[in-house]
């Protein structure tokens, strides 16, 4: 059993095992203290720990001392100094996931060679979210060197498309109410914790190995979306209209006549625009709630929701690139197929034509923006088309990998078991 081990252990191990101990708690206090709290994606990455800890089904006795531990850490860490409730909020639930992570490693150390395994397989994805979390958001920012200037008109143009600009049109409402405008920052900052949630979840009580299925699904996205930036290199509308955002659109009558050109954004603005791995992920994260319980798949379907509402009214990203993300979805969902998978032959008809959707809205945006000018009609045509093409194909799909497991006498849970396995 865990942390029984001592008794029976020589001492020469049980000074080896304090020192392991010593030094692994050394390294968290000195992440604790290095780590940028003002930032909340890393802070909510590192709370998902907590997740992970508390999926392990703790006993009573160690939760209170990860509890005391977790407040301990609140000695070294550097608070941001802010009024910000989520910023200060994700610096809390940190405190926690270090306590979590603290929790699980010294859980290796001193138990049994079955509690052990059960430990890594809660640590291992754990740590690797956070780190995914980490590399991404500096990779995502090496754009802004290779490219100064944007295509945002390009975007805002073919927004202006439909009629009206869908980011400045939520931005308003966002203003407008603050409840709306509190659950869209909280939506939009937190995704690392409800990453960290699903991949938690679908891990088995008491598996003995760490799932990659999760982990990989999210950096694939990552990889993907990091080389379609480059295709239409673009930031979002707060970044070019600034404080004019979200009040003062360009009159509908002027996008014609607009000028197309590539123009100077700030360089701290990140382009990572089209397509939305924001929405993407969420997306990703959604399909695969499928076995797990009802009240996280409504969880899930409401989050999808206002992720669509935050990402635009916060001015991040223009309608398109969520249009963009859906089938960019559909191909990292079908190249990964976590858990059992289908006939290889659906799995790339699937992601070739979610590769190419994905492309075909890039080639428009960067070629053929004034096109969308025609009428309304012929963007909402393709958004529709989309949308509908992707939510059939995926359907298909999974409907493929289901049948596949009724064949094998396979249920829900044996699959997410598999997940985990492979």
Same mark, same amino acid.
């Given at each position: 059993m865990a942390w029984e081990t001592w008794k029976t252990s020589s001492p020469e191990r049980k000074l080896l095992w304090i020192t392991g101990s010593a030094i692994w708690f050394? $390294?968290? =206090?000195?992440?604790? !203290?290095?780590?940028?709290?003002? /930032?909340?994606?890393? %802070?909510?990455?590192?709370?998902?720990?907590?997740?992970?800890?508390? !999926?392990?089904v703790p006993k009573i006795q160690e939760q209170i001392c990860w509890v005391l531990l977790s407040c301990?850490?609140?000695?070294?860490?550097?608070? %941001?100094?802010?009024?910000?409730? +989520?910023?200060a909020g994700s610096s809390v639930l940190a405190l926690f996931g270090?306590?979590?992570?603290?929790?699980?490693?010294? !859980?290796?150390?001193?138990? /049994?060679?079955?509690?052990?395994?059960?430990?890594?397989?809660?640590?291992? %994805?754990?740590?690797?979210?956070?780190?995914?979390?980490?590399?991404?958001?500096?990779?995502?920012?090496?754009?802004?060197?290779?490219? %100064?200037?944007?295509?945002?008109?390009?975007?805002?143009?073919?927004?202006?498309?439909?009629?009206?600009?869908?980011?400045?049109?939520?931005?308003?409402?966002m203003a407008a109410a603050y409840a709306f405008r509190v659950a869209s920052? $909280?939506?939009y900052l937190s995704l690392p914790f409800v990453m960290a949630l699903v991949y938690a979840l679908r891990l088995p009580k008491g598996t /003995?190995?760490?799932?990659?299925?999760? +982990?990989?699904? $999210?950096? $694939?996205?990552?990889?993907?979306?990091?080389?379609?930036?480059?295709?239409?290199?673009?930031?979002?509308? +707060?970044?070019?209209?600034?404080p004019s955002f979200p009040f003062q659109?360009?009159?509908?009558?002027?996008?014609?006549?607009?000028? =197309? /050109?590539? +123009?100077p954004v700030t360089g701290d603005a990140p382009r990572n625009a089209i397509p939305s791995l924001h929405l993407a992920w969420v997306l990703l994260l959604y399909w695969n709630t499928k076995g797990l319980s009802r009240s996280l798949q409504i969880f899930l379907a409401a989050y999808l929701a206002l992720t669509v509402a935050s990402t635009l009214g916060t001015g991040e990203h223009y309608f398109v690139d969520l249009v963009a993300g859906v089938p960019f979805a559909l191909f990292v969902q079908a190249v990964v197929s976590p858990g059992r998978k289908p006939a290889f032959s659906r799995r790339a008809i699937a992601a070739g034509a979610g590769l190419a959707l994905t492309l075909g809205w890039l080639l428009l945006v960067r070629f053929a923006a004034k096109a969308m000018l025609v009428s309304p009609i012929l963007p909402w045509s393709l958004v529709i088309a989309t949308i509908a093409g992707v939510w059939m194909i995926n359907s298909w799909f999974a409907s493929a990998a289901s049948s596949s497991l009724q064949s094998n006498n396979v249920t829900p849970a044996q699959t997410l078991a598999l997940g985990a396995h492979g």
């Open positions: 050394g $390294l968290l =206090l000195l992440a604790a !203290r290095a780590m940028d709290l003002n /930032e909340p994606y890393l %802070p909510f990455a590192i709370a998902g720990g907590l997740i992970f800890y508390l !999926r392990s301990g850490f609140a000695l070294v860490a550097r608070f %941001p100094h802010t009024h910000d409730w +989520i910023v270090f306590g979590a992570f603290l929790m699980l490693g010294w !859980r290796w150390m001193w138990s /049994e060679q079955l509690v052990r395994r059960q430990a890594v397989a809660m640590l291992a %994805p754990a740590a690797s979210l956070v780190f995914f979390v980490f590399s991404a958001q500096r990779a995502l920012s090496l754009a802004n060197v290779f490219y %100064p200037k944007t295509y945002d008109l390009y975007l805002y143009v073919v927004d202006g498309s439909l009629g009206f600009q869908p980011s400045f049109l939520l931005g308003k409402a920052a $909280l939506t /003995e190995r760490p799932s990659w299925d999760v +982990i990989t699904l $999210l950096m $694939l996205a990552g990889l993907g979306g990091w080389a379609l930036y480059n295709v239409v290199p673009a930031t979002g509308p +707060i970044y070019v209209f600034g659109a360009l009159p509908s009558r002027v996008l014609p006549k607009l000028f =197309l /050109e590539q +123009i």
